[in-house]
């Protein structure tokens, strides 16, 4: 059982008698990881975006679960006397680790299609912000829709042209104003994540 949620700089570091190492997204030398589903990279970015993530590695298995944001989906394995300071679990020294989620922010998947619509709404909203006298936008730093709503939005509106009069002012607000900002990365909770263990030992 691991209790350290969020281990302290010395305590990041590898447990040989475990063959488990305690990590941060944040540190340096991590190894590149990918998802276990279908061995796709994830950049050190990503698993970042919104603060820093603290992990644990069990070397022995090839794989990494999250030390926060427990997994209500298979705590009901761990026993109840030890359930509320457990961060990681193991049942066996065979068994899979039971710990919390790890969360990863991959950027907008959007087509070539998709983002020449976007660069319509874009020119659009210039022009509906001049008129109406805008100068600045509303929750600069908070995005105002996730890449699920902008599809949602383009297929009841497929034509960009004639899109406007349904589209919000926040969302044209911040498409002049903080572009770079508008589109909320979303978030996938992975069980499981691995690496490659032939170029990182720990």
Known sequence: MCTL???????????????????????????NFTRVSDGSDIPKAWLSHNGIQYLCLDHDKGIAVGLQNRNDKNWNQVPTNIASRAKVY???HRAMPVGGVVKMWAPADLTEQEHDYVAVLKKLSRA??????????????????????????????????????????????QLVYTPSAWLQRECTNLAFITWNSSNYKG
């Open 90 to 92: 193991w049942a066996s």
């Open 5 to 31: 949620g969020s281990p302290d700089p010395d305590q990041r570091r590898m447990y040989e008698k475990y063959g488990v190492e305690l990590v941060a997204t944040t540190d340096t030398g991590l190894p």
């Open 128 to 173: 509906t912000c001049a008129l109406e006298g805008y100068t600045d936008a509303i929750n600069v730093s908070h995005p105002t829709w996730t890449v699920s709503q902008l599809k949602t939005f383009m297929a009841a509106n497929p034509d960009p042209s004639s899109a406007m009069q349904a589209l919000p002012h926040s969302v044209a607000r």
